[in-house]
């Protein structure tokens, strides 16, 4: 039976942020939520989404080296969600964007996942956080894209531009936001995907299952008519099946809506049904079951038409979750659609009314004739239920606010438009710029996470009401966002921050200035960057308090410390040099990547550093810096669709040879005709 499934169509949401084999390296993610908690997104979905090795709660160390160096080769990492649950700490290397849609909520659930050979798009029920996707009972649907992939080119089209139009609607403050042209430049990068990944709309439609996205909120077209439309038969549904853990509540003027709404896009004449699946409780001491729907939902029958009937059913899960599956099941004579996402069957949910929820959802169509294997294993992927009977049931009236993750902050007044972290002028300070669009109302203070007034009313009047403000912050760790509050009437709003560019940010005080001996481990080593990092900052307390006898070399040949020895170690700094610019050579992502290229813990300017500060002599100093000036001249940038162009990256390299040529002082090597005269001629033959 339809309603009666094993584990066909079970997983885990989480799942779905691990790359499939083959799927190369990551490129960038762009994600949105209702619900949102930024620890458990950057390190669980994020963390699979980039394939991390390390686990944070194991080591933690480990975990962060190793998130520090992939999130710099993203061409970026963005997510977007409704604007009064954005609050929490977060690393500024991803962009978190407040949905501030006037009237309405932000609902939708999709995440579209880049690698390198492959793009996932995930259509959910699920929020970004911990319940989301750890304790609730939710549904998603995964749709993957890669060359010869059998999944309809178009949907990933429209998911794109349905993503654009978000961004857009929910910044109010959008030109000149960095955040905002990340995210454009992320889905720009997306819509380049190749013509191959997918199957053309006349291919796809001979497909056992078609599917189509939904979307909701950003136009005036509602869930339940856009589902006539994908309708495939000229013939109305005759049954539907509701799957929804929120109802409007009663008592309302629209309380029928949803339900009326329904009923009109099935058959008018002959036998109908319409059956809700809701969740159910037992009521201690009682025989009966306490629904988690409004009795009110039967009221909306069709008069007079003796051939229909309403029915409950009770979702079962053999864990207990909370249910939080939403889903609409039409049946016909012989098609089948079923469409799963964000949308509760609600009026705004719905987008009945003309302040809808934007929503996303995904529908799938099969046809039982041609298609019953396909039509099947759809079944199988509908939540196991069982009837209810009504007479020993008790309903709850109030089931409509959907509020996971309940929040102390009221929705930030459009007055208040970006707040952008710039971390490019020298340490320890970075500057907050503050963008007003307006007037904002009277006795408001900016705080920081840490609770201390950044700036407030006074101190914006007294500059004159500017509509950009630049602020010193003197804290070495960049805010993840700002309170502004209201002391007299008690109200918060928070105010999240962004970074002007992701590169800039300081590395970790333990990456900071790695001496030369451990640049070169890292640069000629096969293994993960982070697995060298880590053992090398890590603390030797293993071995505190442990006597010299644990630690006598007994190998003779390590006796000898000969790393020192001019030759050998220039031979070892050749080889760290050529690794580094091979890695120079490969496709650069984006701006933020080549400058952690040139400027991060292992880059260009690091080793440059090291070398001035490690060499043994003058002399060994202008020869290795020489060295490394005639190697970046000879990188060559691959390309790759959406890279930094070769130009670019070759006009950075010329700006880093021409620092490197000025730093060596002519002066100190008269004494050394023969190395003065090689270094001149070698910076004479680079075209500079």
């Not at 100093?621 to 130009?647: C, D, H, I, S």
């Not at 390299?653 to 190395?675: C, M, T, W, Y």
Request: aromatic share 8%; with cysteine.
């Amino acid at each position: 039976m339809r309603k009666k499934n094993g584990d066909i169509g079970h997983s885990k949401i989480l799942e779905a942020w691990t790359p499939p084999d083959g799927a190369g390296d990551p490129v960038g993610c762009i994600a949105t939520s209702f619900t949102f908690n930024p620890p458990f997104f950057e390190t669980e979905c994020l963390a699979r989404f980039l394939g991390l090795e390390s686990d944070a709660e194991d080591d933690a160390l480990q975990f962060l080296i190793e998130q520090e160096f992939r999130m710099a080769k993203l061409a970026g990492a963005v997510v977007l969600v409704d604007q009064q649950h954005c609050i929490g700490k977060r690393s500024l290397r991803w962009d978190l964007l407040p949905a501030r849609l006037a009237g309405r909520l932000m609902h939708a659930k999709v995440s579209v996942l880049a690698w390198a050979n492959i793009r996932r798009v995930i259509i959910a029920s699920a929020n970004l956080t911990e319940d989301g996707y750890r304790r609730n009972q939710e549904v998603f649907g995964v749709v993957d894209y890669y060359d010869g992939a059998e999944s309809p080119r178009v949907l990933l089209t429209e998911v794109i531009e349905f993503l654009e139009n978000l961004v857009d609607a929910s910044v109010l403050d959008k030109d000149g936001s960095p955040a905002v042209s990340r995210s454009r430049s992320l889905l720009e990068r997306l819509r380049q995907t190749p013509s191959s990944w997918g199957m053309s709309p006349e291919d796809s439609r001979k497909m056992g299952i078609r599917l189509s996205p939904v979307f909701s909120g950003l136009d005036n077209r509602s869930v339940l008519s856009q589902l006539s439309e994908i309708w495939p038969a000229s013939t109305p549904p005759c049954e539907a099946w509701v799957v929804s853990p929120f109802f409007d509540e009663s008592g309302g003027g629209a309380l029928d809506g949803p339900t009326k709404a329904l009923w009109a896009i099935l058959r008018r004449r002959g036998d109908a049904e319409v059956a809700f699946c809701v969740g159910a409780e037992e009521i201690p001491g009682e025989e009966r079951l306490l629904l988690q729907a409004p009795e009110s939902l039967l009221r909306s029958q069709p008069p007079g038409r003796p051939s229909v009937r309403t029915s409950f059913h009770r979702v079962l899960d053999k864990d207990n979750r909370l249910l939080h599956t939403k889903g609409i099941w039409l049946e016909g004579e012989r098609h089948v659609l079923y469409l799963i996402g964000s949308s509760n069957f609600t009026t705004a949910g719905l987008s009945l009314s003309s302040k809808g929820n934007v929503e996303a959802n995904l529908a799938y169509v099969s046809d039982y004739e041609q298609h019953e294997k396909e039509a099947r294993q759809m079944e199988r992927c509908f939540p196991e239920t069982e009837p209810i009977n009504l007479t020993s049931a008790q309903w709850r009236e109030t089931v409509a606010a959907e509020a996971e993750s309940p929040t102390e902050a009221s929705p930030l007044p459009e007055a208040f438009g970006r707040a952008v972290y710039d971390a490019s002028i020298p340490p320890p300070l970075g500057r907050l710029i503050l963008r007003f669009i307006g007037e904002p109302s009277r006795g408001w203070k900016v705080v920081s996470e840490e609770g201390e007034v950044v700036f407030s009313i006074s101190g914006w009047e007294e500059r004159g009401r500017p509509e950009t403000v630049e602020i010193d912050w003197p804290l070495e760790r960049p805010p993840s966002g700002l309170w502004v509050r209201w002391p007299e009437v008690g109200m918060c709003s928070w105010w999240p921050v962004e970074v002007l560019s992701p590169g800039t940010l300081l590395p970790p005080e333990y990456l900071r200035d790695l001496p030369l001996e451990v640049l070169i481990r890292v640069l000629t080593s096969s293994q993960p960057l982070h697995r060298i990092l880590k053992d090398e900052i890590r603390p030797k307390r293993e071995t505190e308090g442990r006597g010299t006898e644990s630690s006598v070399i007994i190998d003779p040949h390590k006796k000898v410390d000969v790393s020192g020895f001019l030759l050998q170690r220039s031979r070892r700094v050749a080889e760290a040099i050529e690794a580094l610019c091979a890695r120079l050579a490969e496709p650069t992502s984006s701006e933020a990547c080549l400058y952690w290229k040139i400027n991060g813990p292992v880059g260009v300017k690091s080793l440059a550093a090291a070398l001035q500060r490690e060499a043994k002599s003058s002399e060994e100093r202008a020869f290795l810096l020489t060295e490394l000036a005639l190697a970046l001249a000879r990188v060559k940038p691959q390309m790759a669709p959406g890279a930094v162009p070769a130009a670019t990256v070759c006009q950075r390299l010329k700006d880093i040879i021409i620092e490197i040529r000025d730093s060596i002082p002519s002066g100190e090597l008269a004494q050394v005709p023969h190395l003065s005269q090689y270094i001149q001629r070698a910076f004479s033959e680079i075209a500079l």
